[in-house]
């Protein structure tokens, strides 16, 4: 429900402005109302969220015309960046405050480029850019086709892959650095030997005398470090992760472990407490306090002590019911332990106890990318023997703590990537339905 809202806020929309059947979009048909009584409750408590801070400026720019030229009379320069990203509401919130009497100058400098257009999923549209010359009238237009940033052969790779882009005003960049380096483009067969190459290719690089933090790996989503990584631990070199945790501390990841760790060792606790309400399974703090309390009188671990407070009366039934599932579960999938693969057993337990559920109702735009790195996690235990080899290694990478002070090479999406700049750049996973990414091509944006 936040993300529709959110996302009419971007589009400018207010309840009374929803068009009719958008607004039975949501909750079998309950999305306006919702809108209406979340926009009374934040009145109501005097608050605003992140769209309300344009979304309210419009209106009372529109609605008060004094309102509106006394914020023109003091904002009488407007410089915009990253144009290209604007979303509708920032746009008529721009046009309103750039509107000044025709007999007044108006100053509107925006910088921007349609070529780099990556925020459309958040709303953002490239068509403000495109049509920029016939909003503001008058306005001159600036190609920046100098660039300073790339040598040539990599302007002329991406200029002509950028070529085939449909919606572009069109530029020709340059380049007076020369034309550098050859891109160096190899097919490989999948990600574990990109990642042997790129670590080959690194190490071949420092030998040369390259510095580690002048290297970057870009990947399109979350779940491609994890190979990465790796390889890296595994050649001692020292990287880190931009944008988010590397891929074993992710806490999805850290949830699966949870589960898989208690499975193979009944006694521990640490598992136990993560994972004994998640999903939440009305077993709150309540109950963990007097499992808690139980396992230490009795000298015992936290499992164990839960299967004895389900044969007494001291848990409120439901409780009590919700915690002898969590115990029948794992026995359930303990006797699959002979039965299943270790990959196969985790994509069950992962569905049975409904963490894959969760993330698919979670409508966090997080959340997508939190079930591709699930379904990363159960491709990766393919690489081992079986289950305990798979956590013995999941223990040494998460022992190898970030060395503090040195060079280290950078991993990170494209995204967490803009207007970065490094000497040496890998570009793996471009295969279809990765790069680009397959919603992006069936959503558009
Ligand atoms: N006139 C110049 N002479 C030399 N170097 C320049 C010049 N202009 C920009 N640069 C260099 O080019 C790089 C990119 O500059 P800048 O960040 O201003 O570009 P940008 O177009 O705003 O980038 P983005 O598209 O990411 O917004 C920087 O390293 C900057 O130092």
Redesign the pocket.
């Known amino acids: 429900m936040a993300g529709l809202i959110d996302r009419w806020k971007n589009r400018a929309l207010t309840p009374q402005t929803v068009p009719q059947a958008e607004g039975m979009s949501f909750a079998e048909g309950k999305g306006l109302s919702l809108y209406r009584q979340y926009q009374e409750r934040l009145l109501q408590i005097n608050a605003c969220d992140f769209g309300d801070l344009i979304l309210h400026m419009i209106t009372l720019m529109q609605n008060h015309r004094d309102i509106l030229a006394s914020i023109q009379r003091r904002a009488r320069f407007l410089l915009v960046?990253?144009y290209q990203d604007t979303n509708v509401a920032q746009y008529l919130w721009l046009r309103l405050l750039a509107q000044r009497p025709e007999t007044e100058p108006r100053h509107i400098c925006c910088?921007g480029?349609d070529d780099?257009s990556i925020y459309g999923w958040r709303g953002a549209e490239v068509g403000n850019i495109l049509r920029f010359d016939q909003d503001f009238p008058g306005a001159k237009v600036i190609r920046?086709e100098?660039?300073?940033?790339s040598t040539g052969h990599i302007l002329g790779a991406a200029s002509s892959l950028i070529a085939a882009n449909a919606s572009r005003l069109g530029k020709s960049l340059w380049t007076e650095a020369g034309a550098g380096e050859k891109i160096d483009l190899r097919g490989l067969w999948d990600a574990n030997e990109e990642a042997r190459t790129v670590g080959d290719l690194v190490e071949d690089r420092q030998r040369q005398g390259d510095s580690l933090s002048e290297m970057a790996i870009l990947v399109r989503a979350g779940f491609q470090t994890r190979e990465f990584e790796e390889r890296m631990i595994t050649l001692g070199i020292p990287y880190r992760v931009i944008g988010g945790p590397r891929f074993y501390e992710r806490a999805e990841i850290r949830d699966a472990l949870a589960y898989l760790r208690l499975l193979v060792q009944p006694d521990d606790d640490l598992a136990f407490e993560r994972i004994i309400n998640l999903p939440k399974r009305g077993l709150g703090t309540a109950a963990l306090q007097m499992i808690n309390r139980l396992a230490r009188a009795e000298g015992t671990s936290m499992s164990r002590a839960a299967a004895q407070l389900i044969g007494s009366e001291d848990l409120r039934p439901q409780a009590r019911r919700a915690l002898a599932h969590f115990l029948e579960d794992f026995k359930r999938w303990r006797e699959q332990i002979d039965q299943l693969d270790h990959p196969s057993l985790t994509e069950l337990i992962l569905e049975d106890s409904g963490i894959v559920e969760m993330w698919q109702k979670d409508k966090s735009p997080d959340a997508s990318g939190r079930l591709e790195n699930l379904r990363e996690l159960v491709g990766a235990m393919r690489e081992f023997d079986s289950l305990n080899g798979f956590l013995e290694h999941i223990s040494l990478v998460m022992d190898n703590q970030e060395a503090s002070g040195l060079e280290k090479l950078t991993i990170m999406t494209l995204h967490a990537a803009?207007?970065l700049?490094f000497d040496t750049v890998f570009l793996p996973g471009w295969e279809e339905g990765v790069f680009p990414n397959q919603r992006s091509m069936d959503e558009g944006g």
């Not at 100098?146 to 940033?149: D, G, K, V």
């Open positions: 960046d990253e910088v480029d780099q920046l100098q660039n300073y940033r803009k207007g700049e």
